[in-house]
């Protein structure tokens, strides 16, 4: 099955400083990935994806990049504010599949003031 | 606004019990999810469930049951709590993606199990 890799666990910034996420995954079939970001006590919520047959994707501050022959992807934020704090996961996936996702094991992001 | 509604934020049962999860998701959604969510391990599938009375294993099934008698209602079960079962559980309901399109997946607030 899908084996997603998430790196780092922690990652400190200042504000205003950029962050890096990345994830590598095994199944070269995986064609869908999504990033999801929880805040403390609340619920994961997705905030952007990425299909294989984009190399990237970009929603304001927020950017995913892909590499399918080395099969990794990264999220990028830009400009971080203290409201960036929160655990990011990463995902991959086949879209179609009803199983749908194997999650990376998180990253705890803080932003400092 | 999709709504996903686990029936407890905090539970605390004792070892050997059987402990019930309940989750409804008021969307129509075909597809739901149980996940368990661990420090420094991610989110980890427990079973999923694509259509009522259908179940398939995760990554992570053993010592889990899940019941899924309604499209809207997809229930986790411990049949013999233990120690090692106390968790946060979420859980997650959508619709299936095609070849060329994906749905979200969309997330309840958790329950945080603690089993003594």
């Known amino acids: 099955g899908e084996n997603v890799e998430q790196h780092p666990s922690t990652l400190s910034v200042q504000e205003g400083d950029s962050a890096v996420i990345k994830c590598t995954y095994s199944?070269?079939?995986?064609?869908?990935f999504p990033w999801y970001k929880q805040e403390l006590g609340k619920r994961p919520q997705l905030i952007i994806d990425?299909?294989?047959?984009?190399g990237e994707k970009k929603d304001q501050r927020i950017a995913v990049t892909l590499n399918k022959t080395a099969k990794h992807f990264s999220l990028h934020i830009t400009e971080t504010q203290p409201e960036d704090s929160a655990v990011y996961f990463c995902?991959?996936?086949?879209?179609?599949?009803?199983?749908?996702?194997?999650f990376g094991s998180g990253t705890q992001l803080t932003v400092l003031p | 606004d999709v709504k996903v509604t686990q029936s407890s934020r905090y539970l605390v049962k004792r070892t050997g019990e059987k402990v019930f999860l309940e989750c409804v998701q008021d969307?129509?959604?075909?597809?739901m999810f149980w996940y368990r969510q661990d420090p420094g391990l991610g989110l980890r599938l427990i079973y999923f469930?694509?259509?009522?009375?259908?179940?398939e294993k995760g990554d992570i099934p053993e010592g889990y049951s899940v019941s899924r008698e309604k499209k809207e209602r997809f229930s986790l079960i411990l049949e013999s709590a233990s120690t090692n079962q106390t968790s946060m559980y979420l859980c997650?309901?959508?619709?299936?993606?095609?070849?060329?399109?994906?749905?979200?997946?969309?997330f309840g607030d958790g329950t945080r199990l603690s089993i003594l």
């Open positions: 997650a309901s959508s619709n299936p993606g095609t070849r060329v399109s994906n749905q979200p997946q969309h």
């Open positions: 199944d070269s079939a995986s064609n869908y």
């Open positions: 990425i299909r294989s047959n984009v």
């Open positions: 995902a991959a996936g086949f879209s179609g599949s009803a199983r749908q996702l194997t």
């Open positions: 969307m129509d959604h075909e597809n």
């Open positions: 469930s694509y259509d009522v009375k259908m179940k």
